[in-house]
Each structure stands twice: as structure tokens, then as C-alpha cells.
């Protein structure tokens, strides 16, 4: 097996893991989630999304985090943002990274964003150009590169042509994200082959989400390809509410085993990943679903 001798994690829970959960999570509970991990060894966090609150109402206190935070110099700190409107209100209280996102399927982007694919590539180039000019970096979502709910299967083609305009416009990185969890080796290899040959693989990173628990194989081919950079959360917390039969991401710690195991450096402590996930799962009041948080569980069950 050809594999990277390094990898790097991004934790995506403080925002895609809680912005579907119904329990409403204490602003002072994410700030603090945020500062355990924020201790962990990752070195990038999406904290929250300054979408508009109506349709995330789990993390309207985006700001709120955001200002109370302690943050760590080596790391990026990162928030989703659909707009200019998102963007100014992030800017009142600073974020490194600033993480435009749409999809490859144009049924996905109108419920999720309320736009079509071509009335949402204005609304993003003026975020990234506003972005660059206050010094942030730019990443940008992908979502539904393998299947859609309402379409089904989604051709690289549809994915590329977005890319194509996302890298245009600017944004440094692109995140492709199996937004509902139903890609498989041989089609995320279909799809890396289709992309690399136009933008190196330190461009890319994948966000796999876990319906079928195929993520970690998904993982492996993508690092096989050349892929070094991984979206993921803890817990396997997440899921689009406005992607039907979406559920959780790959789970950061389970991620973090395959790795370690794999001798493959990622500079993130199991440890203290563990204590952030325990900490949330308090918070839940549900266990959470990762692999490594049931072992846990079980060896606490045996003491
Ligand atoms: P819209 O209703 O079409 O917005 O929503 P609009 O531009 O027509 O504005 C309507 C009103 O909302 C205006 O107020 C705006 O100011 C206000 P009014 O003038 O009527 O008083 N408004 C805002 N207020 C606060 N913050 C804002 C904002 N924007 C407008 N940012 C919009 C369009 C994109 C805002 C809406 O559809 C939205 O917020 N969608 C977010 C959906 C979402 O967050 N989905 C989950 C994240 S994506 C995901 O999970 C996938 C990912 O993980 C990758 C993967 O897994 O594939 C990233
Ligand atoms: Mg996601």
C-alpha cells in the first residue's frame, strides 16, 4: 500500500456535529468542547456557522463562541459561511479560515442554500473576495460528490464544474463531502481520478459522512490517491438537516486509531480527543456512536 506518512485531521464536530442535534447545547458547554479540542494536538476547528439562525437555530450563538473561546496560536479556527452577511458577522469576532460551501447537485443546493448552482456562485465569490481582503484563507464546500438524496448518483463532471468555479474564485482548499454517506472505494476512486489530474491532491481534503460505515475504507482509497486531509468529528456527532438520510461524520477518534495504528502522524492525542467527546457526550445526554467511544464505554462497564 502506497500511504502518506502524514496526515491531517480537521474537526468539523463543534459545527457539523452539532448543528443537528435537537438538544439544545449551552453556549458555554461549546466553548468549552471547543477548548478541549482546542488542547488536543489538532490544529483546525470549525467552531460554529454564521448561517442564518432560522435555518440552524443550534448554533445562532456563533459569535457568542467565538468571542469566548481561548484560542491557541497554532490553531485554525474555521466557521461556515453562506454569505456577505455571514462574513460581516464573523468578522465583528474574528475567524481564521472562513468556509464557503454548495453542492454538485442542484436539488441539494436549493434546499440547503435556497439557490440555484448559478445564483450561488455570485453569492460566494463576493465572501471569498471580501475574505482574502481581511487577510482570511478560504475553504470551500463541496457537498453531495457521490449521491443526493433527490437525484441519486452524482457524475464527476457535476462535481469538477463547481470545483472549476470554486478554485476560480479563488478559495484555497476544497472539501469534498459525501454528504450523505453513500459513496463506496471504486467511486471515490472514479472521482479522484476524474479531479487530480487538474488540482493537486494538497489541494483537496474529504469529508466523509458515515451512514453505511464505509467511511474509513472511503479514507484509505483517498489516501492511496494521495489524499492528506481528512474532515471528521467527534464522536461521529453530524448530519445536514437539509440532506435526508444524512447522518453522523467520520468519527475523529476512530479516524485517529486507523492512523496511529498505521503509523501515520497526525500530532492529535487519542487521550484528550476522548475527553472532549466524553465531555459532549455528557452535554448529549446520548451515547455517542463512535467505535472507540463504545470500547470506552465497555471498559468502563468492566471496572
Ligand atoms: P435566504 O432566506 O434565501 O436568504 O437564505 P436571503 O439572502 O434571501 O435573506 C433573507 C433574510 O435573511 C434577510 O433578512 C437577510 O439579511 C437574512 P431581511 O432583510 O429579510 O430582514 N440573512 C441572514 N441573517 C443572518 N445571517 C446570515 C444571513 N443571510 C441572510 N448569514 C441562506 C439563504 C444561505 C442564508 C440560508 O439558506 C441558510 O442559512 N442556509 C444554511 C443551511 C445550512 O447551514 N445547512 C447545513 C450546513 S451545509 C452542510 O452541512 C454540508 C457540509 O457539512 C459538507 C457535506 O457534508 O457535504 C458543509
Ligand atoms: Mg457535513
Known amino acids: 500500500m502506497h500511504l502518506p506518512k502524514q496526515v491531517v485531521l480537521k474537526e468539523v464536530g463543534p459545527r457539523d456535529g452539532l448543528q443537528n442535534e435537537k438538544a439544545t447545547i449551552l453556549t458555554t458547554d461549546k466553548v468549552e468542547l471547543i477548548n478541549l479540542l482546542s488542547m488536543s494536538g489538532l490544529s483546525y476547528i470549525e467552531v460554529s456557522s454564521f448561517v442564518h439562525p432560522k435555518w440552524i437555530p443550534q448554533l445562532a450563538d456563533a459569535a457568542e463562541v467565538l468571542a469566548q473561546i481561548k484560542r491557541q496560536q497554532d490553531v485554525t479556527y474555521a466557521a ?133 460505515g464505509i467511511a474509513i475504507a472511503n479514507v484509505v482509497k483517498s489516501m492511496e490517491l494521495g489524499i492528506t486531509k481528512f474532515d471528521s468529528a467527534l464522536g461521529g456527532l453530524g448530519g445536514c438537516p437539509y440532506a435526508k438520510g444524512a447522518s453522523g461524520n467520520v468519527a475523529t477518534e476512530d479516524l485517529l486509531y486507523l492512523f496511529d495504528e498505521m503509523n501515520i502522524h497526525t500530532g492529535v492525542q487519542m487521550e484528550k480527543v476522548l475527553t472532549a467527546a466524553s465531555f459532549i457526550e455528557q452535554k448529549l445526554g446520548k451515547p455517542l456512536a463512535s467505535k472507540q467511544m463504545e470500547i470506552q464505554r465497555h471498559k468502563e462497564d468492566e471496572t
Open 80 to 212: 461556515l459561511i453562506p454569505n456577505k452577511r455571514g462574513l460581516e458577522r464573523a468578522l465583528t469576532v474574528g475567524i481564521d479560515e472562513a468556509s464557503v460551501f454548495m453542492s454538485a447537485s442542484e436539488s441539494h443546493n436549493k434546499n440547503n442554500i435556497n439557490k440555484s448552482i448559478d445564483e450561488t456562485f455570485p453569492v460566494l465569490l463576493e465572501v471569498v473576495d471580501e475574505a482574502k481582503r481581511n487577510g482570511l484563507t478560504v475553504r470551500g464546500y463541496i457537498s453531495t460528490v457521490v449521491g443526493c438524496p433527490y437525484e441519486g448518483y452524482i457524475a464527476p463532471e457535476k462535481v469538477r464544474h463547481v470545483a472549476d468555479a470554486l478554485f476560480d474564485m479563488g478559495v484555497d482548499e476544497i472539501s469534498l463531502g459525501d454528504t450523505i454517506g453513500v459513496g463506496v472505494p471504486t467511486q471515490i476512486e472514479a472521482l479522484l481520478t476524474h479531479l487530480l489530474p487538474h488540482y493537486g491532491p494538497e489541494r483537496l481534503a474529504m469529508h466523509f459522512h458515515d451512514t453505511r
